[in-house]
C-alpha cells in the first residue's frame, strides 16, 4: 500500500519533511481529536450539531461528535483531548501533543473563539501532524479559514466522519485496511470507485500549489445506523454535567436534519432539507453502553428530537420494556409532541424537555419560518407537567420582525408558562442560513461585526431600523430580570418582601441575577 498520489495532480505535502522519524507501526496510526481549552474564565459548549456558544451555568458539554469521529477509525491509535473537560489551558494541550506526536490533529473550532481554537495547529505541525478542523460553522467559510491560517492544512465540511476517513486513507494510501463496517459506510456514502484522490474527498477544503479548493459538497450517510456507535469511553464522561445534569453524563445523537424552515436554523448549512433518523434499537444499543460506561444522564441531541414519533415510541417502549433506568433530556418544538407521546417519554425516564419556543409572537414565528403558534406551546407544556416532565424553554431576542410589541409578547409568554428555567438569548445570523442572507441584504448587521461575532450572549450583531442593537441588549437583560422576578419564583418573592421591608432593596439590586 503505497502512498497515493493522483495522476495529473500535485497533492500538497500533508505532512512536513521535519516530521520526526516514525516506526512502521505509526504509519496509518496516531489521530488525536480535540476540544481546545476555552479562553481563561469561561467555558465554551462546541458541538458539531449545534451553535457554539458560551456555557450556561458550567455546563461541560459531551463531545459526542469527537466520539463519533474516532468511532470511524477502529484499527488505529487514537486519543481524545477534551481541554475543556479537563480545564487544560494550552500550554497543557500543546505539552500533550508533542508527547504524543499524532499523524493527524483534528480539532473542533467555534466561530466567536477561533483564532484562540486554533492556538494548537503550531504545537501539531511541529510534532509532524496533518491539522483539520471541522465545526457546523466552517462549511460556509472554509474558504476564508485556510487563507487566514497558513497552519491548518484541510477544512472538514458537512458532515465529517467519512469525509475524515476518506481524507485520512487517501493520504495515506490506506483504504485497503479498512475494517469492513467502516468500508461498507464509505462506499454507501461516497460511491466513487476507490482509488480516491484529494479532489474527489466529498466535502473537503485544502490546498494545491498554494490555492485553496471547495470539493464538491459533502454526501450525507445515506442509514445512520450504519455508523458505528460513537468510542464515548475514549472521552472523560465523569467530567460531563449540566445546571441539572449531573455527571457522568452523555449526548446520543438520535437524528439529523429537520424539514423545517426555520431561517435562523444551523441545519441549513450541514442538512439542508434533509432529515434522518436512527432506528431505537440502534439508540436503545448505545443507551447501554452508556450505563457500562457508569453514564448516568443523556442527552438526547437531534435537531428536532420528536420529529419522528414513530421512532420515539418505540424508543421509549423499548426503554421501558427493558426496565433500563437512565434518566435523560432532549429539546424539541412544541407541535411535534401530544399528550400520549409525553407520558411514554416520562416512563421512560424523560426527565426535561427543552422547548424551543423562539418567541411569544405568532406573526414573528410565521415570518422566521418556524410556522409555530403560541397556542402549541402553552398546551405542550401543561401536558408535559402532568407527565411529570419538567419544561425549560429557549426564546430569541431580535428575530426578522421584532417591535417592542413582540418582545413584550415573549417575556410575557415566559413568565406566563409553568417553566422551570428560561434562557433567553439574541439572534444571530451566522453564515449559511437564510437569516445571514437576508441580514446582508437588508443591511442589519451592526457596522464593522462579522460572522466570527456570532456569539448570541452578546454583543448584538444586528439592529433594525424599528429596534436598534443596542435597544435588543437592553431587551435581553430585561427579559431575564422579569423571567427572575415573575410571581412565583424565589426571586420575585424576595423582591416582594424587600418592597415591606426597608433595606433589603440594596441586597435584591447586588444579588439580583439581572444586575
Ligand atoms: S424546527 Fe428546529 S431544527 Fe427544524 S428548522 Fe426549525 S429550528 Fe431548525
Redo the contacts with the bound molecule.
Keep these: 500500500m503505497g502512498r497515493f498520489v493522483a495522476s495529473g495532480e500535485t497533492e500538497r505535502q500533508p505532512f512536513p519533511a521535519e516530521s520526526p522519524a516514525r516506526s512502521p507501526e505509526e504509519r496509518c496510526t496516531g489521530l488525536l481529536f480535540i476540544n481546545p481549552p476555552s479562553p481563561e474564565g469561561e467555558t465554551w459548549v462546541r458541538c458539531q450539531h449545534r451553535a457554539a456558544q458560551r456555557a450556561p451555568d458550567g455546563m461541560v458539554w459531551p463531545q459526542v461528535a469527537l466520539a463519533q469521529l474516532a468511532a470511524l477509525f477502529p484499527e488505529r491509535r487514537l486519543h481524545v483531548i477534551d481541554a475543556n473537560a479537563r480545564r487544560l489551558g494550552w500550554a497543557d494541550v500543546e505539552a500533550e501533543v508533542r508527547r504524543l506526536r499524532p499523524r493527524w490533529y483534528v480539532t473542533q473550532v467555534a466561530g466567536p473563539i477561533l483564532e484562540h481554537d486554533l492556538r494548537g495547529l503550531a504545537a501539531a505541525k511541529e510534532a509532524g501532524a496533518a491539522t483539520v478542523a471541522f465545526g457546523p460553522l466552517v462549511t460556509p467559510v472554509a474558504h476564508e479559514l485556510l487563507r487566514r491560517f497558513p497552519l491548518l492544512d484541510y477544512v472538514l465540511c458537512g458532515e465529517p466522519e467519512v469525509a475524515l476517513r476518506e481524507l485520512v486513507d487517501t493520504v495515506e494510501g490506506c483504504w485497503e485496511a479498512r475494517p469492513p463496517q467502516i468500508r461498507a459506510l464509505c462506499e454507501a456514502t461516497t460511491p466513487e470507485p476507490w482509488p480516491h484522490t484529494l479532489s474527489t474527498v466529498p466535502g473537503l477544503a485544502w490546498r494545491r500549489e498554494g490555492e485553496v479548493i471547495l470539493n464538491r459538497r459533502p454526501a450525507l450517510i445515506p442509514r445512520l445506523d450504519d455508523l458505528p456507535l460513537p468510542a464515548h469511553h475514549l472521552l472523560p464522561l465523569g467530567s460531563y454535567c449540566g445546571p441539572a445534569t449531573q455527571a457522568p453524563a452523555a449526548v446520543v445523537v438520535t437524528g439529523r436534519g429537520?424539514?423545517?424552515?426555520?431561517c435562523?436554523?444551523?441545519?441549513?448549512v450541514t442538512y439542508r432539507q434533509t432529515a434522518r433518523v436512527r432506528s431505537p434499537e440502534h439508540i436503545f444499543e448505545e443507551l447501554l453502553l452508556l450505563r457500562s460506561l457508569g453514564v448516568r444522564h443523556v442527552y438526547m441531541q437531534a435537531?428536532?428530537f420528536t420529529l419522528c414519533r414513530d421512532q420515539v415510541r418505540d424508543l421509549c417502549r423499548l426503554i421501558v420494556a427493558e426496565g433500563l433506568k437512565l434518566a435523560w433530556s432532549c429539546s424539541t418544538?412544541a407541535d411535534t409532541v401530544d399528550e400520549e407521546l409525553l407520558r411514554l417519554m416520562a416512563a421512560a425516564h424523560c426527565q426535561r424537555i427543552t422547548w424551543?419556543l423562539e418567541s411569544g409572537s405568532d406573526a414573528l414565528l410565521w415570518r422566521a419560518?418556524?410556522r409555530a403558534h403560541v397556542a402549541d406551546a402553552e398546551q405542550a407544556v401543561t401536558w408535559a407537567r402532568s407527565a411529570g416532565i419538567s419544561s425549560w424553554a429557549s426564546f430569541i431576542i431580535g428575530l426578522p420582525g421584532e417591535t417592542g410589541d413582540t418582545l413584550r409578547q415573549t417575556i410575557n409568554l415566559a413568565k406566563r408558562l409553568s417553566l422551570e428555567r428560561a434562557t433567553f438569548e439574541l439572534a444571530v445570523p451566522r453564515p449559511g442560513t437564510p437569516f445571514w442572507e437576508q441580514a446582508l441584504s437588508h443591511h442589519w448587521l451592526r457596522p464593522g461585526a462579522s460572522w466570527r461575532e456570532a456569539d448570541p450572549a452578546g454583543p448584538a450583531v444586528i439592529g433594525y431600523p424599528q429596534l436598534s442593537a443596542a435597544r435588543l441588549e437592553s431587551a435581553l437583560e430585561r427579559a431575564y430580570r422579569e423571567w427572575a422576578l415573575r410571581p412565583g419564583s424565589a426571586w420575585g418573592q424576595l423582591r416582594r418582601l424587600s418592597q415591606s421591608r426597608p433595606g433589603w432593596d440594596l441586597g435584591m439590586q447586588m444579588f439580583s441575577p439581572a444586575s
Design positions: 429537520c424539514p423545517g424552515e426555520c435562523f436554523c444551523l441545519k441549513h435537531d428536532l418544538r424551543a419560518g418556524k
